[in-house]
């Protein structure tokens, strides 16, 4: 009795990543591909997309919700990968010029967000995702007719050929999996990327020990009751502009990442794109508005991409048309978002009622007795 | 202090208020609501409030030069510490991390030397360590590592003025109503603890409206009224009577409790019959009560704080989840459904003022009329056969001054806005909204919690006229016994989230005593 209890209470609380499953279940043998490739694509997308995933603990952590601003870190980013495509310099050292180039970007537009996220309290997730629309045009006016005439950009690889502004794709050839190849092993047949894996090793590092920093207790404090961590003299909106920051900085250097593993920058589009599916990430791993882990930021990759990966192939092989697996993971990202942001609702409301059902219990118990 | 004077824009709320406070020394501040006290306490910490409204006069000094500080921060850096009446306490960290808020030792490491001292680590240890020492210096009994969430309310308060005293340099600390939410037993560790501290060298100023235990703790008293201070008092010397008139500036009727010859023949008529109730109240739980209330009683419901003798109403009302039987005149209530219980007559005067009783930033004429005209359609004029509705503004200031004469509601006019008042005219305001519905029956929870002694007297007052001329029956929830004792016809006394007996009000109060701290009648005998 008691152990059914608890695999229903189980279920409940992981309802999305226990969908996702299924959904994964159900489309393997549809879609009919190897377990080769299948690893290791799995191993492309974790490489490709951890860094950006985990950019998002942290503002949740200090009770910022889903930071949907991390799509200006991921313009910051892209505006440092122009810069270095332009100018040609190429491989890891253009990766870390285009880190250089993008890092103060990310601090001020970062900055700017927590400020703004600072005169919305409790109403960050619909502000900060309204910010990053707004910001889109910005970065649009700086691609589209910035970059020649003000910021002078001369390459025939970038600009277009009317003379100013980015192309809608660029080619980031210079760069293409050079973190990637620089050291490579391979196990049973898949490529393993020894420096990234490092590399995200050492952001997960970082990570928990910033848990056990000052400034992580601080954020801690302040995202459960700003009035008494300011009480304490904690500086409550310095501490979340810094969440902010640094997640938006993290962000950008994850875009490089991110690039550096497609090999294509499509300059209007990625940025918007790459916000929601790492949030939709996020969530498919199990975390809640409130609370997230590294390990809801891996077991979502995996799942959301191997839906991913598993879907068009299988919409493919059902109705003969790959469109309906493209189709279906946009819709699905949105519905997860959705359904994350209600579910962590409801989980709330029933928290509070399941102490009352003890209540009721106890007194059934009694009456029995 | 010296001639500190204050004034909330061009009201005067402060004149010319003078003491000195020795080390060690206990000062107990007494005074009705809206005699400054608070005010006063907020100008010795600080508070941005003041400087907001235009700072104050006068001087504060301590050590004999004079201070001047800008914001709570620099008070505490001064070794001041306050104990506001609600806790800020982080519900996700344990007792030792709450602590220690913002004032966690930290380990320092290489990164922190790019990053600077916030990316120090925190030293759990030590961070355990000093929070057990500050908890062995005030005295009392509370695990580091609990989780404030699950903490009872004394364990809370008790954290509160761990967090004080564990600063290095507290000198002074201020405890504003600590014992207002404390059971008795608890409240009892804390005037220890208190003393603990005075004897440590650490000088209290303690704010509360139970006068014995000012008589319990402190050295001296300060009474307060009307922003001044009336005078100071040995607290060996003075007796509760005397500071209760010094306080209201005129002679207390206390008021007594029911004698035998007062009772009333109960009615045979049931009104409320409650079965089998439980509610899920936090830190207020009911776990089984069965309780009949008759026709036109005025029924007392006490017990200690947390027993959930104030789960009762708020269950019954709807406002927490709740489950059991609850007839009113033979038919079922459904609970967990507010709108059944109003639309079958009963009303219900939170013990939750501000936040359930009242629509602060509303005038006193919506305050009073708003349930009424949302439930009952009063005070509107129906046009077209109902298919419009208008406010009727005219009856709704009508009745708006008339319960402000009948309760002495000390306002502008009806128009003012209900966060204005001062505590005691809200909670008039809450029993004139709760009488406007014209119930056949009123639950009142905590009708005196945090208002002062003489507004208490009316408060009652206008209750137990309610009940006798109007013979609506009420039931109503209280701590203070001699309260219940004063009004109610029947006592009934709630342990551990059950009725553990039932007396007349002319019982003596020993035998209410037994039955809160949870044997029957029999088992003392």
Redesign the interface.
Known sequence: MKKDFNAKEFAINNIVPIIFIVLCIVCLPIAGYSGQYLLSQIITRIMRNSFLVLSLLIPIMAGMGLNFGMTLGAMAGQIGIIFITAWNVVGIPGLLLAAIIATPIAVLLGWFCGKMLNMAKGREMITSYMISFFMNGVYQLVVLYGMGPVIPIHSDQVILPRGYGVRNTIDLINVRQSVDTFWQIQIFGVNIPVLTIILIALLCIVIV?FR????G??M??VG??M???R????KVERTRILAIVISTVFAAYGMLLYLSNMGTLNTYNSHSQIGMFSIAALLVGGASVSKASIKNVFLGIVLFHLMFILTPQAGKNLMGQAQIGEYFRVFVSYGVITLALVLYEIRTRRE??E??KT??N??KE??KA | MQNVSKEYNGNPVLKDVNFTLKQGEVLGLVGENGAGKSTLMNILFGMDVIHQTGGYGGKVLIDGKEVKFASPLDALKAGIGMVHQEFSLLPGFTAAENILLNREPENKSVLSLVFGSRANTLDRKELQKKAIEAITKLGVSLDPDMLVSEMPVGHKQFTEISREISKSSIRLLVLDEPTAVLSEKEAEMLLKAIKNLSAQGISVIFITHRLQEILDVCDKVIVMRDGRIITELDAEKTSIPEMARLMVGREVNAGHAQTKSEERPLSENIVLSIKNLWVDMPGETVKNVNLDVHQGEFLGIGGLAGQGKIGIPNGIMGLYPAGGHVMLNGSEIALNNPRACLDASLAFVSEDRRGVGLLLDESLEWNIAFPAMQIQNKFLKQYLGGLIKWRDQAAIKDITDKYINQLQIKCTSSKQRAKELSGGNQQKICLAKAFALQPKLLFVSEPTRGIDIGAKALVLKALREYNRQNGVTIVMISSELEELRQCCDRIAIVTDGAISGILPASTPSEDFGILMVGKTHKEAE
Request: hydrophobic content about 45%; aromatic content about 4%.
């Open positions: 020990w056990r920093t000052k400034l207790q601080d801690r404090a459960q009751d009035e008494v961590a009480e304490a003299g904690i509070k009622a102490s009352a209540l009721a106890l007194q009694g009456a």
